[in-house]
């Protein structure tokens, strides 16, 4: 149940981060969103707000026009028929008459009696429409005399003027009798109207949502059908950068983004071509160096016999070598070993290349086995080592010597002795005793003849590991006293046939030496590394895991990686039995 709960966890935080990667505005699909949306918006919002207007406008104009022309009859009708000088009774009537009409407003009359004091009628009694109701600009405009012209026939005409009082609008109007009587007012409530607009305006709210949605929808629509191509165009793209050359895509449609389909499908094609010529042409001069190397020690076979004899001869005390000729044969003897050292050096190059060697693991004592190297090879008056015995890896011993004659012999030739060589114990790696192995292994690298070494052993394959493995690493340090390595040249030490000079293409080791290292501390997975110490020299730091058994049981997973190294073995064993 835990490991279900973690599994749904990660489930839905991929999930989540898939969600998240679609919608963070870097995301295309999201500003295409976007934007569509803005656009309906603007449009929607400016259709809307011009729709309210036109419709306000015109329903407050019609209400308004209605309204001021029955008021206006009205005054004509009925204010217009009483006397100059009418009671407050009869004023009282007739805006009860004039408030029954068609339009329902309230009516309020001003004059005065015959007694010659202001009198009001109102429609609505005495607690009704009052001139407290009408605002003071609209009494001073109506009972202003205009200047009679030709244009204007009436010194007194009609005013009107929208109002808000509690909240609810209202039309005032107002004007005299012509040719004498009373002043009347009136005032019309605009509420039915105020919520029919505002009926009108939630609809033209929620037409505006609705048109925002559809907009989201057809935005997110018309970027599914843009960047679908697109998304399988970059899922495309990445199984091509991952080695799948047949990788195509399916081509629909004449638009631009299937002419970008077509493009990317012949693209792929000569990128396919392309590479499969150069594999076949890389595979041919691999077989190419593999079948001479092969060839060419035949012949090297009977000409180091011979060399050795001349050797023996050279050494000779009773001069069996003719003085004249003795240069000679020595550069023969000389060449002789450099061009056997090359062909043994090529031979495990292809080895690695074709990815055909096998590692053979037994428990080493480190010490031991840098003791065994020095020694093998005559170099215990200009070596010092600080390696305690007790440190044990289970290694392939053979690679390991390589690795080391490789580092020690370079550090001699281009470093100057004393060359010292320490061992430790790295616990840390990986973390809690574990090793981090190599996701690649076989990289290609020498030093050229700047720094360089040779060797003879049978080596390893670059087989492709991955994981862990326990027990901490081996650290191994190589450092000379020499002068350091330019840093020009330091990030090619381990490229194979690497000339640190153009002016010195002839060295004596291969230009394989340090390359041939390196592959070997990658079949183990481990790491080779190059650096100048502050207090001068060298220092190559070699770092491989104390115990690699992980490797060869992923190696003897594989049944067809080794039958053809079984194959390759017997091969070179039948070449040497030659």
Known sequence: MPQERQKGSRGWSAARRGVWSRLRFTSLRLRLVVVFGLVALTAAVSASGIAYWLNREAVLTRTQDAVLGDFEQEMQNRAGALPEHPTQEELQHTAGQMANSSQRFSVLLIAENPQGRTVYGSSGGLSGFSTQDVPASLR??????????????????????????????????????????????????????????????????????????????????????VLKPVQRLGIAARRLGEGRLDTRLRVSGTDELADLSRTFNKAAEALEKRVADMAARDEASRRFVADMSHELRTPLTAITAVTEVLEEELEFEGGGIDPMIEPAVRLVVSETQRLNNLVENLMEVTRFDAGTARLVLDDVDIADQITACIDARAWLDAVEWDAERGIHARIDPRRLDVILANLIGNALKHGGSPVRVSVRVDHEDGGDGTVPVNDEAGEGGSDGGAREGGAGEDLGTGTEVGGTLPGGSVVIEVRDQGPGIPEDVLPHVFDRFYKASASRPRSEGSGLGLSIALENAHAHGGEITAVNSPEGGAVFTLRLPRDVSALTERDDGSAENTQNAQNTDNAEDAEDAR
């Open 140 to 225: 001073k405009a109506v009972n202003e005399r205009q200047k009679i012209t030709s244009t204007n026939k009436h010194p007194y005409r009609l005013y009107w003027q929208r109002t808000v009082h509690g909240g609810t609008p209202y039309l005032v109007a107002g004007t005299r009798t012509i040719g004498g009587g009373p002043t009347g007012y009136m005032l019309k409530s605009l509420e039915p109207e105020a919520k029919d607009l505002n009926s009108l305006a939630w609809s033209l709210g929620i037409a505006t949502g609705l048109a925002l949605i559809g907009s989201a929808l057809l935005a997110q629509a018309a970027a599914t059908t």
